[in-house]
């Protein structure tokens, strides 16, 4: 059983930055591939960026191309969400998930899910 836990949010300014971490224990993280995903105030939880089981593969959605990136450093069992240039659209609950499976968006196909960090972006 995998156990997921993020950290690293917090309140930034319009145009800042943050890093998140997903920490994983309880098994391998080599063997899972992994996925961002947020959920704004009366809003649907969204997939934002998937990562394959070695990082070396990702997919991210429009609205955070060219802006988030994620990696996954299996040998500490974490991955990561940098966030860049943050807007006040992406406020939100941040959550990390992972399935022993090809990395995907969507929030049915993950198997593990962390508790969720909270990201307010806000002048």
């Known amino acids: 059983q995998l156990q997921l836990v993020e950290s690293g949010g917090g309140l930034v300014q319009p145009g800042g930055s943050l890093r998140l971490a997903c920490t994983a224990s309880?098994?391998?993280?080599?063997?899972?591939?992994a996925a961002w995903f947020r959920q704004a105030p009366g809003k649907e939880r969204e997939g934002i960026l998937a990562?394959?089981?070695?990082?070396?593969?990702?997919v991210s959605a429009d609205s955070v191309k060219g802006r988030f990136t994620a990696s996954k450093d299996n040998p500490n069992n974490t991955v990561y969400l940098q966030m860049n240039n943050l807007t006040r659209e992406d406020t939100g609950v941040y959550y990390c998930?992972?399935?022993?499976?090809?990395?995907?968006?969507?929030?049915?196909?993950?198997?593990?899910w962390g508790q969720g960090t909270q990201v307010t972006v806000s002048s």
């Open positions: 998930a992972a399935r022993a499976g090809i990395y995907s968006l969507w929030p049915d196909m993950q198997q593990f």
């Open positions: 990562i394959s089981s070695r990082g070396s593969h990702t």
């Open positions: 309880g098994s391998e993280l080599l063997t899972y591939s």
